[in-house]
């Protein structure tokens, strides 16, 4: 599975891609007005940090508009990845775009009837939101499951499947199991994965014992 981080603070992403383990980025409207900064510059930023995907969202929602939103943010770097919203124009868009080669990340997916709709339109990602699936009192691991068995029935589907709303390091490991391809994860979740108590434990216990050698690696 790829771990992709779901935020515009480059501080972050520059930390985390550190560890090797940033395979993507995905921002959105929301991410960008966080960050309080110019949504282009931005992007060029973590395009030149992350060497994977880096998601950007186009904000028009009439298909001509898109596609001209869409074009320009492809020019921006090579690894931009055209984010557009599951909608009719969205799907036009996503197809008008693929066939030019540029990458795209259908997002606000809420059911496997949408996913199938994104794979025929040639998505290049699905972005499910399972977070927001739950708090509305549905599963949204359901959903993932449901579309991870519709595309890997037919050898035609080229769509990853990209889990969104990912509240806690239970929905990676749920994904993983499912064979989602992707997670994006916000800065927090993945900082959430490196922990575990007995992890602590033992490291302080085994600093404790070396520390009464007296001995020093350096």
């Known amino acids: 599975m790829k771990f992709f981080i779901d935020t515009a603070d480059i501080a972050e992403i520059r930390d985390l891609a550190a560890t090797g383990l940033v395979d993507g980025v995905t921002t959105n409207p929301s991410l960008i007005h966080k960050s309080g900064r110019n949504f282009i510059e931005v992007v060029k930023e973590i395009c030149a940090v992350v060497e994977g995907p880096v998601s950007a969202e186009v904000t028009a929602t009439e298909?001509?508009?898109?596609?001209?939103e869409g074009r320009k943010l492809a020019k921006i770097a090579d690894n931009v990845c055209v984010k557009v919203p599951l909608t009719p124009d969205g799907l036009k868009t996503c197809k008008a775009l693929r066939t030019e080669g540029i990458m795209v990340n259908v997002t606000l997916c809420f059911s496997a009837a949408q996913a199938l709709l994104a794979a025929k339109a040639d998505a290049s990602f699905i972005s499910p939101f399972v977070g927001r699936l739950d708090d509305v009192g549905s599963d949204g691991m359901e959903l993932i499951e449901?579309?991870?068995?519709?595309?890997?029935?037919?050898?035609?589907?080229?769509?990853?499947?990209?889990?969104?709303?990912?509240?806690?390091?239970?929905?990676?490991?749920?994904?993983?199991?499912?064979?989602?391809?992707?997670?994006?994860?916000?800065?927090?979740?993945?900082?959430?994965?490196?922990?575990?108590?007995?992890?602590?434990?033992?490291?302080?216990?085994?600093?404790?014992?070396?520390?009464?050698?007296g001995q020093t690696i350096l």
């Open 63 to 68: 298909h001509a508009k898109m596609l001209a």
């Open 146 to 213: 449901e579309i991870v068995q519709i595309y890997h029935a037919y050898d035609s589907i080229r769509t990853e499947v990209l889990v969104a709303s990912v509240r806690h390091p239970i929905h990676v490991i749920q994904s993983a199991k499912m064979g989602a391809d992707v997670a994006t994860l916000p800065p927090a979740v993945l900082r959430q994965m490196f922990n575990h108590p007995l992890t602590d434990k033992g490291l302080a216990a085994f600093l404790a014992d070396w520390a009464k050698t």
